[in-house]
């Protein structure tokens, strides 16, 4: 490992460094990984010399952006973690509404660099989230509905490759290996810059919570499934059981509460946001938090509900249909967890991520009508079999 602090320009973290135990963590704290060293790259070079370095010792490489894999698949044990967190560069050209961003940055990065032209792409609803793994993955965010995935804004990429080579990939060069970086998970090599697309967006969007008591989730849910299909893309709405956190802006009286809650994003003109939301508004919420709110703020909404350290176990599945049946499971399920940091959200999908062809990438779910989320997170280690069950 001597040798490999030879090789690159940024930090390797060994074991005996006293920062060797803050740097192993990634977002789950139920990830308790311990990696014979972590590069904190610099740049391209480091992380060509760190592949390089990893293949010619046989050694085990587990690639980090944000770290925010729930399954911990950004380190690993007894091998090498070329943890990216370092490069975060993001450069927006205005005038042909792209950005280049590299794949240490965040979304709150992302947003507040795009957001300064009033320009934004299908990002995390959680700022703290890494670009990188998220878009290998796909993407879902408030702006799908309306821009598609974020790999539907998705240019090209610059990746290196296992043998430790430079690679382009887009609609032009190397498309078999840019479909698959669409969606694939990552470790297709390691992409060290992408190029979006960018939308105009904001700064005001209309958007934010509408909180009602649980025992009103069957009443509204039974809404929510008939009005999310007669809205335009432009409106996102996903639906979530959770405990109410005891912060402002939620109102004193239900914090603390199991509730039912919608969450919104209209993305285009305020006035019709607001007209469009006013079937929902008017079954008079015990907490109406919706109206004109700036992208960042909306895009930062949850992220006290997601700190890094937090013990998560996540699952998802997709939904066609939201029947009596599923209603009647979802609110069961949405009953029984107990921790403050649980959510169950339910999120409609449909418009422009339905349009784009199953073989356009290697994302293979555009037919489904709702995902649903069983986000799992608790602070207590003693917790985690309740938690988990
Ligand atoms: C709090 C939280 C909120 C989330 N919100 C959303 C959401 O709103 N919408 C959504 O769609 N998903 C969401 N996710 C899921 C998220 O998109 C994935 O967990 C994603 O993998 C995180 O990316 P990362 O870079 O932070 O993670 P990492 O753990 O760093 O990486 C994730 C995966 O990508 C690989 N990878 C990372 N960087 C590269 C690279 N440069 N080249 C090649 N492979 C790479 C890693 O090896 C790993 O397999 C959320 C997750 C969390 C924990």
């Known amino acids: 490992m001597e040798r490999l602090k030879t090789l690159v320009k940024g930090r390797v973290i060994l074991p005996s460094d006293p920062s060797y135990d803050e740097a192993r963590r990634v977002w789950n704290g139920v990830i308790d990984k311990?990696?014979?060293?972590?590069?904190?790259?610099?740049?391209?070079?480091?992380?060509?010399?760190t592949v390089n370095y990893a293949r010619e010792n046989s050694l085990?490489?587990?690639?980090?952006?944000?770290?925010?894999?729930?399954?911990?698949?950004?380190?690993?044990?007894?091998?090498?973690?070329?943890?990216?967190?370092?490069?975060?560069?993001?450069?927006?050209?205005p005038s042909s509404k792209t950005a280049v961003a590299q794949p240490g940055l965040t979304w709150g990065g992302f947003d507040r660099a795009t957001q300064e032209h009033a320009l934004a792409t299908t990002g995390g609803v959680i700022s703290t989230t890494g670009i990188a793994g998220f878009?290998?993955?796909?993407?879902?965010?408030?702006?799908?509905?309306?821009?598609?995935?974020?790999?539907?804004?998705?240019?090209?990429?610059?990746?290196?490759?296992?043998e430790?080579?430079?690679?382009?990939?887009?609609?032009?060069?190397?498309?078999?290996?840019?479909?698959?970086?669409?969606?694939?998970?990552?470790?297709?090599?390691?992409?060290?810059?992408?190029?979006?697309?960018?939308?105009?967006v904001g700064p005001v969007v209309f958007g934010g919570l509408l909180i009602f008591p649980f025992e009103r989730a069957e009443e509204v849910l039974k809404v929510y499934g008939e009005w999310v299909r007669s809205v335009p893309d432009e409106l996102s709405a996903l639906s979530l059981f959770l405990i109410a956190p005891p912060i402002p802006p939620i109102p004193q009286h239900i914090q603390g509460k199991r509730v039912f809650a919608i969450g919104l994003c209209y993305a285009d003109d305020l006035?019709?946001?607001?007209?469009?939301?006013?079937?929902?508004?008017?079954?008079?919420?015990?907490?109406?938090?919706?109206?004109?709110?700036?992208?960042?703020?909306?895009?930062?909404?949850?992220?006290?509900?997601?700190?890094?350290?937090i013990n998560a176990y996540w699952k998802s599945l997709y939904l066609d249909e939201l029947d009596k049946n599923v209603i009647g499971t979802l609110i069961q399920a949405g009953s029984s967890f107990r921790s403050p940091f649980t959510h169950l959200d339910l999120i409609y999908l449909e418009g422009a991520v339905k349009r784009k062809g199953a073989e356009e990438s290697a994302f293979q779910h555009r037919d489904k009508r709702f995902l649903v989320h069983m986000n799992g997170n608790w602070?207590?280690?003693?917790?985690?079999?309740?938690n988990i069950n």
């Open 135 to 162: 878009t290998l993955g796909g993407g879902v965010g408030w702006l799908v509905r309306k821009h598609g995935l974020t790999i539907d804004n998705l240019l090209s990429v610059e990746l290196v490759t296992a």
């Open 34 to 49: 311990r990696p014979l060293a972590i590069v904190k790259c610099k740049d391209e070079e480091d992380v060509v010399n």
């Open 60 to 93: 085990l490489l587990a690639i980090r952006g944000g770290g925010h894999s729930v399954a911990g698949f950004g380190t690993c044990d007894n091998g090498v973690v070329l943890d990216l967190s370092e490069m975060k560069k993001i450069v927006v050209d």
């Open 379 to 386: 602070m207590n280690k003693q917790e985690e079999t309740e």
């Open 164 to 200: 430790g080579k430079k690679v382009k990939a887009s609609a032009e060069q190397n498309q078999d290996l840019f479909w698959g970086v669409k969606g694939g998970g990552g470790n297709f090599g390691v992409v060290t810059r992408f190029e979006y697309k960018l939308h105009q």
């Open 271 to 309: 006035e019709e946001g607001a007209r469009l939301v006013s079937p929902i508004k008017a079954l008079n919420p015990a907490a109406d938090l919706a109206g004109p709110i700036p992208y960042t703020v909306l895009q930062s909404m949850f992220d006290a509900s997601a700190p890094r350290g």
